[in-house]
């Protein structure tokens, strides 16, 4: 697998795990009970996921001379 192709499935993997944490979420957040400390903590993750996705992304757009 080139690294091109490891980046991409990387990708996915964390797009999969940052759909799956909006859902977990949505469900806390309709739970009058829920506990407010693991909510933010799946808040968190769900961001890291973002940024992380980002970052990756980026290394597959190809450099464009100035």
Request: aromatic fraction near 2%; charged fraction near 40%.
């Given at each position: 697998?080139?690294?091109?192709?490891?980046?991409?499935?990387?990708?996915?993997?964390?797009?999969?795990?940052?759909?799956?944490?909006?859902?977990?979420?949505?469900?806390?957040?309709?739970?009058?009970?829920?506990?407010?400390?693991?909510?933010?903590?799946?808040?968190?993750?769900?961001?890291?996921?973002?940024?992380?996705?980002?970052?990756?992304?980026i290394?597959?757009?190809?450099?464009?001379?100035?």
């Amino acid at each position: 697998m080139s690294q091109f192709e490891h980046v991409r499935q990387r990708i996915i993997e964390l797009e999969v795990e940052h759909r799956d944490l909006d859902v977990v979420i949505d469900a806390l957040t309709k739970d009058p009970d829920h506990d407010e400390l693991q909510l933010r903590r799946l808040k968190k993750r769900k961001l890291q996921l973002k940024d992380h996705i980002t970052l990756l992304k980026i290394q597959l757009t190809p450099d464009v001379p100035a």
